[in-house]
């Protein structure tokens, strides 16, 4: 991505270490004697979110009595613009940092779509080798991967350019669905705001739960998601129909997904074959027909509870035969029921008891 215009650049000087005041509301003599040292690599086009957000969960942190000292570090000491065009301030080169207890590196939406540059892999290398611990937020599992840091272990990314991952790291074992993951002193997390889990989870292992969990409550967030990152992806991926006869068929379930929309009566509304209907779902859209209905009252059941609908209501709304059919297919989907995924991701306040 080229940078922004210098008219639409804003400079953003960095200041995340403890605050002077030092005033905070943790028990006396949770922090170290030295403070832990975490350095965030920076490069033009990194996602400014990948940034922040972990960086205010450990800023966070020091005001309840934690000491980490936050540097931005770029491949060469120059500063850098985000995907935003704001323009960041760096503190160094990496060269400049030779004893660190944590590396963060960024994503961006630039490396799924291109190879990594050499001179970005290299200061992942660098820094990598003077930390204590190395993490990746979001599509930053590209630049570990480029550095030969993945290989050998678990990862995640974003569920979007995991395939990608794989393809470009058969060394490393990617896990799509994971928020994020830890193998040794090796982390990697998922999409964007899965950068705030995993600086809580690095939280909790220096400070403990109780620590973290005050952060947590701090900046609003759960401490700890249930599911994975399915729970965020739409269940119907993909382009649509070639075939105006399949078009029609997925139109009317769209349209009415309590209608009976068994194999038997779709074909007969198209006046074809059972195994002729079948074999259109297979051929265009990779799936069933059965599992195509599904997924489509699963996405309506998930927008009713959105809403504020009750999980029973939910399940009639959007054709499912009842509650325990519906329950079924969200844990299968997302590893928790939907009374759990509205307690989490509702923007409404009323909850289904059950």
């Not at 009595?65 to 760096?90: C, E, Q, W």
């Not at 993490?135 to 590209?142: D, E, K, L, P, V």
């Not at 382009?239 to 929309?261: F, K, Q, Y």
Request: net charge neutral; with cysteine.
């Amino acid at each position: 991505m080229p940078p922004a215009s210098p008219a639409r650049q804003r400079s953003v000087p960095v200041a995340y270490g403890r605050s002077p005041s030092g005033s905070g509301s943790g028990e006396a003599g949770v922090a170290d004697a030295a403070p832990r040292r975490v350095a965030i690599l920076v490069y033009d086009g990194v996602t400014l979110l990948d940034v922040a957000g972990p960086a205010e969960v450990f800023k966070e942190a020091n005001r309840v009595g934690a000491d980490y000292r936050i540097v931005l570090l770029s491949p060469t000491g120059a500063d850098v613009t985000s995907n935003l065009g704001v323009r960041i301030a760096v503190d160094g080169a990496v060269s400049s940092e030779t004893a660190l207890d944590t590396l963060l590196v960024a994503g961006s939406d630039l490396y799924p779509r291109a190879r990594v540059p050499g001179d970005l892999a290299d200061a992942a290398r660098i820094s990598a080798a003077a930390a204590g611990r190395v993490a990746s937020i979001c599509t930053g599992a590209f630049v570990l991967a480029a550095a030969g840091l993945l290989d050998g272990k678990r990862a995640t990314t974003h569920w979007k350019v995991a395939h990608e991952l794989a393809a470009r790291c058969p060394a490393c074992r990617v896990e799509p669905d994971a928020i994020y993951v830890r193998d040794g002193t090796t982390y990697t997390s998922a999409g964007v705001a899965a950068g705030i889990d995993l600086a809580l989870a690095l939280v909790e292992e220096d400070h403990g739960p109780d620590l973290a969990r005050d952060v947590a409550r701090a900046l609003v967030v759960y401490m700890q998601r249930a599911g994975g990152q399915s729970q965020f992806s739409a269940p119907l991926q993909g382009p649509p129909p070639r075939s105006s006869a399949l078009r029609e068929v997925t139109d009317l379930v769209t349209a009415n997904p309590c209608g009976d929309h068994s194999l038997g009566e779709l074909a007969k509304h198209l006046n074809v074959s059972t195994r002729h209907l079948t074999r259109l779902f297979r051929d265009e859209l990779s799936t069933t027909p059965a599992r195509y209905v599904e997924n489509i009252r699963f996405d309506m059941a998930r927008a009713l509870l959105d809403q504020g609908h009750t999980a029973t209501q939910a399940a009639a709304l959007a054709g499912f035969p009842s509650y325990e059919s519906m329950r079924r297919v969200f844990a299968r989907k997302l590893s928790i029921s939907p009374a759990a995924y509205q307690r989490r991701f509702s923007t409404a306040r009323r909850v289904d008891a059950g």
